[in-house]
């Protein structure tokens, strides 16, 4: 059975602090793959990042890195330098052998000025 | 990365009717899911959209509730048929990208449907 489990409901960070938001999985596959989504008040899904199970390195775009612990079957999503743009619900994603998404119960992540 | 458009955007509707929402694709997809997500949750899969076949539902989501349809390989469509106030959420169509050892899935931007 496929599990995603983020554990913070909601965060606040003051703007140009770093952020980590949490997210563990849980999959019997071998071969599986990680995303993180945003989901501003508009209501989009807008992809950030992708990593994949046999990935050595973590997968990093912009400020957006993704710290992969493969034993610990975590993937925490690590934003630099918040900006008040990045307030918003952020999603943790397993895809499965099955070419399905499940998906993680969101962080509402409030940047503060 | 594909671009995704869906229609209607919005909609508010009578209990009882049904809607059907589109999703089109710039480019050929293999493949092509339908998400919901009920207000304050997150998103859960309602199916698979297969191309020439019938869609692969998931459990708790029945063809004769939502029945899809994908003509080709950059076009699908979800009714969602006699509506009540329970399917008041966001519809997310999304599409595969899986190129080399990378895989992306990208969301169109969700068609808002509230029911009354």
């Known amino acids: 059975a496929q599990k995603i489990t983020q554990t913070q409901p909601g965060m606040f960070v003051q703007e140009k602090e770093a952020v980590t938001l949490d997210c563990t999985y849980d999959?019997?596959?071998?071969?599986?793959?990680l995303f993180w989504y945003k989901q501003p008040s508009s209501g989009e899904m807008i992809f950030l990042i992708y990593?994949?199970?046999?990935?050595?390195q973590n997968a990093t775009e912009g400020r957006y890195s993704l710290n992969f612990q493969k034993a610990r079957k975590s993937a925490n999503l690590v934003i630099s330098a918040s900006q008040l743009g990045d307030s918003a619900m952020y999603f943790c994603?397993?895809?499965?052998?099955?070419?399905?998404?499940?998906f993680g119960s969101g962080t509402r992540l409030s940047i503060r000025p | 990365s594909a671009v995704i458009s869906q229609k209607p955007s919005r909609d508010i509707c009578q209990r009882g009717t049904s809607l059907t929402i589109q999703c089109q694709v710039d480019?050929?997809?293999?493949?092509m899911f339908w998400y919901r997500q009920q207000p304050g949750q997150s998103l859960t899969l309602i199916a698979t959209?297969?191309?020439?076949?019938?869609?692969?539902?998931e459990s708790g989501f029945v063809i004769d509730k939502f029945p899809i349809s994908r003509p080709n390989l950059t076009f699908s469509t979800l009714t969602v048929s006699n509506m009540s106030p329970e399917d008041s959420s966001i519809y997310l169509c999304?599409?595969?990208?899986?190129?080399?050892?990378?895989?992306?899935?990208?969301f169109g931007p969700g068609t808002r449907l509230t029911v009354t």
């Open positions: 999304s599409v595969e990208d899986a190129a080399g050892s990378s895989y992306e899935q990208y």
């Open positions: 480019s050929q997809v293999t493949m």
């Open positions: 990593q994949g199970s046999y990935d050595e």
């Open positions: 994603a397993l895809y499965s052998s099955a070419s399905k998404i499940i």
């Open positions: 959209a297969n191309q020439g076949s019938e869609a692969t539902y």
């Open positions: 999959t019997s596959d071998q071969s599986y793959g």
